[in-house]
């Protein structure tokens, strides 16, 4: 069965650190990844995408991941945060042909000012 | 451009109670899908309609839970009877496509179940 793990629950960081939030997967077909992000009292949006191509990609925010097949991970980064990045971070796995999205469990930033 | 909008934000039921969730969809997205997060624990797949039919109800957790798309617009949800582990944050989502499009999430509809 596809699953998605993330390494992270809560992730508390100071201002101008760098972060790296870990997400792993597991799927053996070919696979769309995405970041989403809530933000307090927000619905869900999309930080950034992965459907094919450059295996790093960037999305809103300064936000960047990085595809790499052989580890299956789609690690989430971001130098430096600032405090409104607090927020909780989903990973999603999409396999290619359903639309069904598969999340990991969520880690939740705070960035302290 | 409206996002998907989803009714009520908040509702408290007592158990054995029904409870009807609305979501409606960006126009023109013939994909509309339901998840559920319970508290602490990730967000699950329900169920996904594409236009009005039910293309993939694999996720639905019993038969307490009814999901309808009439007419391939909005979407409502029924939990009847509810039941103390119900209660969790119920998001919907849209998308145009099934591949190559994202999917955009309503801000959900938090159900507590007393």
């Known amino acids: 069965a596809q699953s998605v793990s993330q390494h992270n629950h809560h992730v508390i960081l100071s201002e101008a650190a760098s972060l790296e939030l870990g997400c792993n997967y597991s799927?053996?077909?070919?696979?769309?990844l995405f970041w989403y992000v809530q933000y307090p009292g927000q619905h869900l949006q999309l930080l950034l995408k992965y459907f094919s191509g450059d295996p790093l990609v960037k999305g809103i925010k300064g936000f960047e991941a990085e595809f790499i097949k052989s580890k299956v991970s789609f690690n989430l980064r971001k130098p430096p945060v600032q405090w409104s990045d607090t927020a909780e971070y989903f990973c999603a796995v999409r396999s290619g042909n359903t639309g069904k999205l598969i999340f990991g469990q969520g880690t939740t930033l705070q960035v302290k000012p | 451009e409206a996002g998907v909008t989803q009714f009520p934000s908040h509702s408290v039921i007592e158990k054995g109670q029904t409870v009807t969730l609305r979501c409606d969809p960006i126009?023109?997205?013939?994909?509309l899908y339901w998840y559920r997060r319970v508290m602490g624990k990730e967000i699950k797949f329900l169920l996904h309609f594409v236009k009005e039919s039910k293309q993939d109800e694999s996720g639905m957790p019993n038969n307490r839970f009814l999901a309808e798309r009439t007419g391939g617009t909005y979407s409502t949800l029924k939990v009847q009877p509810a039941e103390l582990e119900d209660s969790g944050v119920y998001f919907c989502?849209?998308?145009?496509?099934?591949?190559?499009?994202?999917?955009?999430f309503g801000q959900g509809t938090r159900l507590t179940v007393v």
């Open positions: 799927y053996g077909g070919t696979v769309n």
């Open positions: 989502a849209s998308s145009q496509d099934l591949s190559n499009t994202e999917a955009f």
């Open positions: 126009s023109g997205h013939d994909n």
